[in-house]
């Protein structure tokens, strides 16, 4: 077993190795390729007996399971959304390991607690969120958003379901887009509202919520006696980056008196940027809002910053205290009753890391760098018009797919780029994904990774140019 001494080798050791490893990133495929079982295989079924040497352990670690790993922080990652550590986020996670702390309230480390408040009282300021919004951190979007949904259905009902079921509340409706991430439509089975009671509005071309088309379909619930009590509008959606018209939507939602949650998870870090706030108009009237610095704000996974207009509604769903957490403070926040797991990380530290060493210029002037890089290489690529824009462009994400001339069947554009992508990310150096909106197959590609420069640019455009070159052979061929 390690002693102190010995861990102070081993860890001197472990930061040698993330150096390294990071330094040569581009050495390894972006995806393994691997089989499914492999490692399972090679594993034993059963925990050793003996503790085991921790060299041995590192070796089996380097040897078997670096293999099978998706290297998410290769600038070649450009797939889904980058979830980016950093360095500054690297060592504020090592020194939380460390410290093995248990930051659900005041008591169990007034730090965490108040670090948590300050930090997110920072970024509500650098990103423009409304005054008096208050942040915590979750893990996950998702558990943020879940939080959302509980939260609005007990101040529709007055809190009564939290007391006694759903008796009188068993009509509740919600809405949002058929582009809304999934995990919105997770949140609404977790919460008991049900998938088949979360309305997906219509979108327009830019795949952004219609928001006439929200009204009518509210007075069409209400007239039928169904219980309307949530929006959930996206700014930049999963697929495409579309932002739904919010102060549109706040709006009705004011008439309404339902609740808006934004969920802004990927491009809720570009508002430290002044030229995207105007996505922002209408925030006014959200009561929730979410977006993750774990994804574009090179704060290492998991760090979800979840904003609230009003905290009651959310401490008076989530709040219990057994006689065993009591407070000992009257004044200081308990972020237990913030959110549903008693327990919490103490993830304010790796972000408070951040944005103290980036600072806000810092990061602002990373996020315009991946901003130019992709707007170049998007005109680059563009030039040739046999690659077709399929969505309105906006920060550093686009959605493309490749139409030679006289492909004009959907279903053959689909099979053809659904080829492409998959000979492109075969090549190892990139690894790109793509998504399907309105029937039409497209390849999305997302240029935030933290140590993206130009030439990782230049490797792809290249790369799309050759693979799209030797489908046209292959066509021909035929
Ligand atoms: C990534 C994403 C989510 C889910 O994020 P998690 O933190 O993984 O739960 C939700 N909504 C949008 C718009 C996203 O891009």
Redesign the pocket.
Known sequence: MLTNETFRNQAHQVVDWIADYLENIQQYPVKPSIAPGALRAALPDEAPQSGEAMDDIWKDFLNMIVPGITHWQHPGFMA??PSNASYPGILGEIAVSGLGINAMMWDTSPSATELEQTVMEWLRKATGLPDGMLGVIH???????LTAIISARERYAQFQVNQHGFHGYDKLVMYCTDQ??Y??EKGAKAAGIGAAQVKKIATDDAHAMIATALTKQIAEDKAAGLQPFMVVA?????STLAFDPLEGIGNICVEHKLWLHV?????GSAFFLNEYRHFLQGIDHADSY?F?A??WLFTNF?C?CYFVKDANHLINTFSANPDYLKRTEESVAMFKDWGIPLGRRFRALKLWFVLRNYGISGIQELLRKHIDIATNFRNQLLSDTQWELMAPPVMNMFCVRYHPQGINDNEALNALNTALLKSINADGNYYLSGTIVKGMYMIRVVMGQTHLEQVHAEGLLALMRSSANSINDFKALR
């Open positions: 889904l959304f893990d996950t979007a998702s558990m943020s958003t809304t991430h995990s919105i996206t700014l930049g959606t999963t969920d802004a998870a990927y491009a979410v993750n774990h994804k998991d979800s």
